[in-house]
T-cell receptor, first 112, second 118 residues
Framework: RKEVEQDPGPFNVPEGATVAFNCTYS??????FFWYRQDCRKEPKLLMS???SGNEDGRFTAQLNRASQYISLLIRDSKLSDSATYLC?????????????FGAGTQVVVTP | GAVVSQHPSRVICKSGTSVKIECRSL??????MFWYRQFPKQSLMLMAT?????????EQGVEKDKFLINHASLTLSTLTVTSAHPEDSSFYIC??????????????FGPGTRLTVT
């Protein structure tokens, strides 16, 4: 089983609609969680950290469910520029401080 | 702030040659840098953790004699792919964690180096 699993998609979303997707992780000792965005053939860019209480940044909302070991990302009022691959990133835990485990990404395609 | 550069952005080399990739933190000091590799349609895979002034820590399955890492200063880490083979062709990305934010897990990524071995 992969440490971090994501639905690869693609999620085809009409402009203005809402899309949400999850990511599951297997290491219960994981400490930190992030969503990164990666455009084709480019480096990942931090979208947002994910906090236990859930957090929102504009049109983006992230949630963490430690009991079920998943995090989620919701995008409201989708824009064409939101088309990208969204990477779920999990810090492995205190014995591997700072080491990131990446999911393979969920592709989102926003259509006009 | 928090800009990481990589050089070169793209390199094509012949099988058997060595290639050096540089990763620099431009506006901050990085105690720790990470090297990743990404094959098409796959996730980033951590290769090694590079700590300034000490030996790199390699992930399981990564040959330390083939992928030489040097972290000579707080702003520069290099990855040398020795005796490159076509199967080493990949997208190599470095990331850096800011020194003063030692308790932060955020990493800033370089733009990546696309290596093609012919």
């Amino acid at each position: 089983r992969k440490e971090v699993e994501q639905d690869p998609g693609p999620f085809n979303v009409p402009e203005g609609a809402t899309v949400a997707f999850n990511c599951t992780y297997s290491n219960s000792a994981s400490q930190s969680f992030f969503w990164y965005r990666q455009d084709c053939r480019k480096e990942p860019k931090l979208l947002m950290s994910v906090y236990s209480s859930g957090n929102e940044d504009g049109r983006f909302t992230a949630q963490l469910n430690r009991a079920s070991q998943y995090i989620s990302l919701l995008i409201r009022d989708s824009k064409l520029s939101d088309s990208a691959t969204y990477l779920c990133v999990v810090n492995r835990g205190t014995d591997s401080w700072g080491k990131f485990q990446f999911g393979a990404g969920t592709q989102v395609v926003v259509t006009p | 702030g928090a800009v990481v550069s990589q050089h070169p952005s793209r390199v094509i080399c012949k099988s058997g040659t060595s290639v050096k990739i540089e990763c620099r933190s431009l506006d901050f000091q990085a105690t720790t840098m990470f090297w990743y590799r990404q094959f098409p349609k796959q996730s980033l895979m951590l290769m090694a953790t590079s700590n300034e002034g000490s030996k790199a820590t390699y992930e399981q399955g990564v040959e330390k004699d083939k992928f030489l890492i040097n972290h000579a200063s707080l702003t520069l880490s290099t990855l040398t792919v020795t005796s490159a083979h076509p199967e080493d062709s990949s997208f190599y990305i470095c990331s850096a964690r800011e020194h003063r934010l030692a308790l932060s897990y955020e990493q800033y990524f370089g733009p990546g180096t696309r290596l093609t071995v012919t």
